[in-house]
């Protein structure tokens, strides 16, 4: 029998109404998720579409998967910029004016 966790479909206990039947093309399961997760709906141009695609291909991960991870990055970089921007007029009174400089005092 294989492992039931996360995302993986299980049978039902009871019989799902006839129209839940239907959309499931007969099938009845639920899935099973221990992550509290919101859903984002979001319009791809085409090419994009057809990267992210590539990707969750190349990778053997979903699309969902891909995106959530560009996503986290994205954000991470935009939390590191904003970051630079308010600690460079800090950095500069004390004459740090290049990474060059920080390098130089913290190697």
């Known amino acids: 029998m294989p492992r039931q966790g996360h995302n993986t479909p299980l049978p039902l206990k009871r019989s799902p109404p006839a129209s ?9 399961c639920i899935t099973l998720s221990d992550m509290k997760t919101s859903a984002l709906t979001i319009r791809l141009d085409p090419d994009l579409s057809r990267q992210l695609a590539r ?15 560009a996503l986290r990055r994205q954000l991470a970089v935009a939390q590191f910029e904003d970051l630079r921007r308010r600690l460079m007029p800090l950095a500069e009174a004390r004459g740090y004016l290049t990474d060059e ?7």
Do not use: I
């Open 101 to 107: 400089d920080v390098f130089r005092d913290v190697s």
């Open 20 to 28: 839940f039947k239907r959309l499931l093309g007969g099938a009845a």
């Open 55 to 69: 990707q969750a291909k190349r990778t053997g991960r979903s699309r969902s998967d891909v995106a959530r991870e």
